[in-house]
């Protein structure tokens, strides 16, 4: 089973950045399509970035142009930078597979962005 470590979160202001990172116990990680989902507190869980095994994107309306996500394939990780942040993107960031079965959920990480 793949793992997932997402890390990098944190406690910042309005307009400050933050970059994420997930790292995958394995290198089957670099085949699947990946993608960065956020859960609010009360909200489900949705969707914000996804990247391709060749590294083609798409992101949420809500992050667009504010949002890019990388990977890098020899080291199974996967990123993502997050500019310009708002009170509105406070969530638990995580990353995952956006094929079926997924792997199994990492714990998250927290991002609080303060007005």
């Known amino acids: 089973q793949v793992q997932l470590v997402e890390s990098g979160g944190g406690l910042v202001q309005a307009g400050e950045s933050l970059r994420l990172s997930c790292v995958a116990s394995?290198?089957?990680?670099?085949?699947?399509?990946m993608g960065w989902y956020r859960q609010a507190p009360g909200k489900q869980r949705e969707l914000v970035a996804s990247?391709?095994?060749?590294?083609?994107?798409n992101y949420a309306d809500s992050v667009k142009g504010r949002f890019s996500i990388s990977r890098d394939n020899a080291k199974n990780t996967m990123y993502l930078q997050m500019n310009s942040l708002k009170p509105e993107d406070t969530a638990v960031y995580y990353c995952?597979?956006?094929?079926?079965?997924?792997?199994?959920w990492g714990q998250g990480t927290q991002v609080t962005v303060s007005s």
């Open positions: 990247i391709t095994s060749g590294s083609f994107t």
């Open positions: 394995e290198s089957r990680f670099r085949f699947n399509i």
């Open positions: 995952n597979t956006l094929s079926t079965p997924r792997f199994p």
